[in-house]
């Protein structure tokens, strides 16, 4: 089967759903209604280790990979993500090429980064695997989306974009909204200017996006890569239909 990350690279449009923890009956919905992947947030949620390893088996157990959102410069964090079986990260705040950079080292093994090598984690298969196979199947798995959620990475994209390692690139509306003084979010011509300059420099240099939705018709229009529901947005929206009777 062609993993994820060759699929985006293929050009293919995967669909996922964002999540915090707890969820895992919501990550359980995602792989019966036939999503690709989750992406849970411990960022804006609880970054609960023990819990984000069930939400991952249970994940893995209807079919879905995994993406886990951490928090800006953590690389132990990152470490101990991808130990536990997560597919890839996506890491918010990467202004620079040199943000990029940090972001794709802490997630591979030398050469191309500085993550911790063991093979008796679970993403090792517990030491099942040998030494080879768990470098090769690291490197062909592992997916580094980088986040543009600030005037500075808008300028910064093409270089961020170049950067060896990096597999996709997310823009944060409500982030680079508030940055740029503004509170209407991806509403604001701005943004959406600003969302346009990052796909056109993702575009040039081969990268596909990662892109955040609240419907299917956004799901729709979204450039290839890895499109992601707001969950949040799609429960409420359905609770609140509830009322209307």
């Keep these: 089967m062609t993993g994820l990350k060759q699929r985006i690279r293929a050009g293919d449009k995967t669909l ?10 919501l990550v ?14 411990l ?9 984000l390893q069930h939400h991952i088996a249970a994940a893995e157990a209807h079919g879905l990979d995994v993406l886990v959102r951490v928090g800006p410069g953590d690389p132990g964090l990152v470490l101990r993500v991808l130990d536990l079986g997560a597919t890839g990260i996506v890491v918010p705040h990467v202004d ?3 943000d990029a950079r940090a972001a794709v080292a802490a997630a591979h093994y030398p050469p191309l980064g500085t993550r ?12 099942a695997v040998s030494v080879p196979d768990h470098l090769r199947r690291s490197a062909e798995r592992t997916i580094v989306v980088v986040m543009a959620e600030t005037p500075e990475a808008v300028a910064n994209a093409p270089e961020i974009a170049a950067v060896e390692g990096v597999d ?11 940055a740029m003084g503004l509170t209407g979010g991806a509403a604001e011509p701005a943004v959406r200017s600003a969302t346009e300059a990052v796909r056109s420099a993702a575009a040039a240099a081969g990268v596909p996006m990662t892109t ?10 979204a450039p290839p890569g890895l499109v992601v529901y707001n969950l949040a947005h799609v429960l409420l929206r359905t609770f609140r239909t509830l009322t209307e009777v």
Excluded: C, K, W
């Design 43 to 51: 960022e804006h949620g609880p970054a609960d280790l023990v819990a």
């Design 168 to 178: 996709s690139i997310m823009v944060g509306p409500a982030d680079l909204s508030v």
């Design 116 to 127: 911790g090598f063991a093979t008796y984690s679970r993403a090792g298969r517990f030491g």
């Design 16 to 25: 996922g759903g964002l999540l915090r923890l707890p969820g895992e009956f």
């Design 212 to 221: 955040i939705v609240n419907d299917p018709a956004q799901a729709a229009a």
């Design 28 to 41: 359980e919905l995602a792989g019966v209604a036939g999503l690709d992947h989750v992406l849970i947030d």
């Design 96 to 98: 620079t090429a040199a």
